[in-house]
T-cell receptor, first 110, second 112 residues
Framework: GENVEQHPSTLSVQEGDSAVIKCTYS??????FPWYKQELGKRPQLIID?????GEKKDQRIAVTLNKTAKHFSLHITETQPEDSAVYFC?????????FGKGTSLLVTP | SQTIHQWPATLVQPVGSPLSLECTVE??????LYWYRQAAGRGLQLLFY??????ISSEVPQNLSASRPQDRQFILSSKKLLLSDSGFYLC???????????FGPGTRLTVL
């Protein structure tokens, strides 16, 4: 099955700094690459996704970049705010399923 | 618009007791349905998914089972709960031709 790894597992930044989380995957057939945000005690929610025919996608302060040759994609958050503190999951698809990484806990300190 | 419901929201059960968690989706037809478990501070583990009524695919061996008696209903069951079954159970749906998954509010299960 798909092997998905996220790095780092924890990340602490100061408010206003940028944060980058990387996801590597093994299934060369994956063609959908989402990032989910999960706040404490809440359900995961999609924040941005990208398909394999696009190299980069941006939505205000967040962006996702994809390197399909190297099989990794990254989440970029600029001008971080305390409300960005959460656990972030990548979940490249494999058939009908999404294979989620173990998550990255992001802490943004004021 | 589409909505997804899960109940109960929280559940405390003794070891060895049965389990039934229900998930229903409104506002769409023929969705793909998924059950995930999230242990405390851990990632999302896919347990089962279904692409149609009566069609269940299991991702990991365990003492849990899933059923899809109706198009928009997905049930997670166990005959005898183990301590290790404690966790946050999330149901999700996606469109039949889409990848994006939408999660329900979850059920927090504690097995004592």
């Amino acid at each position: 099955g798909e092997n998905v790894e996220q790095h780092p597992s924890t990340l602490s930044v100061q408010e206003g700094d940028s944060a980058v989380i990387k996801c590597t995957y093994s299934d060369s057939a994956s063609n959908y690459f989402p990032w989910y945000k999960q706040e404490l005690g809440k359900r995961p929610q999609l924040i941005i996704d990208i398909r394999s025919n696009v190299g980069e996608k941006k939505d205000q302060r967040i962006a996702v970049t994809l390197n399909k040759t190297a099989k990794h994609f990254s989440l970029h958050i600029t001008e971080t705010q305390p409300e960005d503190s959460a656990v972030y999951f990548c979940g490249p698809n494999s058939g009908y399923a999404l294979n989620f990484g173990k998550g990255t806990s992001l802490l943004v300190t004021p | 618009s589409q909505t997804i419901h899960q109940w109960p929201a929280t559940l405390v059960q003794p070891v060895g007791s049965p389990l039934s968690l229900e998930c229903t989706v409104e506002g769409t037809s023929n969705p793909n349905l998924y059950w995930y478990r999230q242990a405390a501070g851990r990632g999302l583990q896919l347990l089962f998914y279904s692409v149609g009524i009566g069609q269940i695919s299991s991702e990991v061996p365990q003492n849990l089972s899933a059923s899809r008696p109706q198009d928009r209903q997905f049930i997670l069951s166990s005959k005898k709960l183990l301590l290790s079954d404690s966790g946050f159970y999330l149901c999700a749906w996606s469109g039949a031709l889409q990848n994006e998954q939408f999660f329900g509010p979850g059920t927090r299960l504690t097995v004592l």
